[in-house]
């Protein structure tokens, strides 16, 4: 891989423009690596991806499954005008955790947790099922980085969740059920690739 990505480089510094016109075969090449047999969605902006899944209509409130996760939460509450509630969660072990109460309003409302990683997928689930009892109408799961590791398809198919969603930063070695859905970052690396390449703003990508 890095062997073709160095033959469609030029090498030293150059202009935005050259950069740009590399991209898209950048694009294909992590997007065709080591990504055989499941399906990758191109959409990597997460924002642009919950607007095309849900309507206006949708009461959505975003949900972090701990305390730890409330910044990212709200953030994406605030660019998608939603509210926010809050899982108050006691972890009995590792790996393994209980999802006790919720804070704010899910009743009659979509939800969606947002997580940085799903390992095992229990927190995940038991949060989906604490939304439920509160009285929200549906739960979807969101994740940067899929891990899944131990019985986290289990978990996952067997949990109250509609779906499942997270980026291909990790390939996965099972065969994807249909509950689960996977997001390329290809073209975000590509873009970052770029702005390196051409000294402008990393940070601005995440605005």
Not at 34 to 41: A, D, L, S, T
Not at 154 to 170: F, G, Q, W
């Amino acid at each position: 891989m890095v062997k073709q990505w160095q033959d469609m480089s030029y090498g030293g510094r150059h202009s935005e423009s050259t950069y740009q016109s590399s991209l898209p075969n950048f694009i294909e090449l992590v997007e065709s690596y080591g990504h055989v047999g499941f399906k990758i969605e191109k959409n990597s902006d997460l924002k642009e991806t919950l607007e095309e899944a849900f309507s206006i209509n949708d009461k959505l409130v975003f949900v972090p499954p701990d305390v730890g996760g409330v910044l990212r939460a709200r953030s994406f509450a605030k660019k998608l005008n939603a509210d926010l509630a809050i899982i108050d969660k006691r972890r009995d072990a590792p790996g393994i955790s209980n999802a006790m109460n919720v804070i704010g309003t899910v009743k009659d409302k979509t939800c969606i947790i947002v997580d940085d990683l799903v390992d095992s997928g229990g927190t995940i689930c038991n949060a989906a099922i604490a939304l439920l009892e509160d009285g929200a109408t549906g739960v979807y799961g969101y994740c940067s980085h899929g891990v899944y590791s131990g019985q986290a398809l289990d978990n996952i198919n067997n949990s109250a969740l509609k779906e499942m969603v997270c980026t291909d930063s990790i390939k996965p070695t099972f065969e994807v059920p249909e509950c689960m859905r996977y997001i390329s970052v290809a073209p975000l690396f590509g873009e970052a690739i770029m702005r390196i390449n051409s000294e402008s703003s990393i940070s601005s990508l995440f605005d």
